[in-house]
């Protein structure tokens, strides 16, 4: 019979065979369930997936460095900017639904730095997103529509569910 770190391995359960000892022995001390033991041995490996697709999906993104919630300066928004950004954050029903939003204002203001905190906040919750510039898109599309690949390209961008085209006011 192939040992229980074989199998473990086999089915791409890292996060059992990482944390399998150390499971076991608080088991046997704080007597757990079999159930109890298992679903704390899911709990680890559904997280290290959960970051693992987190991280996956950001670098595919493409979003600017630095860019985030966490570093936006919310206070220098007027109050109802405020407000309609704190409502996008917290629910995404607009991506769900395709709705568009346009960040619209002079140069400077934090429209790209809105866009990448609500990419990271939408990929957070299970959204593919990609990011692109205004130029660097129309060069792609160009370049496909040369290659004779324009309809590979654009069902490679088919499968995310937002697109954020940055920087469309550069576009010559």
């Known amino acids: 019979m192939l040992s229980l770190q074989i199998m473990l391995k ?17 088991a046997i001390d704080q007597t ?22 987190i991280l996956k999906w950001t670098r595919e993104a493409k979003l600017p460095a630095g860019k985030s919630f966490a570093s936006l300066k919310m206070e220098h928004l007027p109050k109802s900017v405020k407000h ?11 991506a769900l639904q395709a709705d568009n939003i346009l960040l619209i204002g ?7 730095h809105l866009a990448a905190a609500l990419s990271h906040q939408l990929i957070q919750s299970g959204v ?3 990011w692109l510039t205004a130029t660097a898109l129309v ?11 324009l309809m590979a390209y ?13 920087d469309i006011g550069y576009v010559k």
């Open 10 to 26: 086999e089915l791409k359960l890292a996060c059992f065979s990482l944390h399998l000892e150390a499971f076991q022995q608080q």
């Open 32 to 53: 757990w369930s079999h159930t109890d033991f298992l679903a704390k041995l899911c709990e680890q490996e559904l997280a290290r997936r959960f970051q693992a697709r």
């Open 139 to 149: 060069q792609q599309l160009q370049q496909a529509k040369q290659e004779l690949a």
């Open 106 to 112: 002079l140069a400077g203001v934090g429209k790209s």
């Open 128 to 130: 593919l997103v990609k």
């Open 154 to 166: 654009m069902t490679r961008l088919d499968k995310y569910r937002v697109i954020v085209i940055d």
């Open 84 to 94: 309609r950004v704190l409502q996008l954050k917290d629910n995404h029903q607009w």
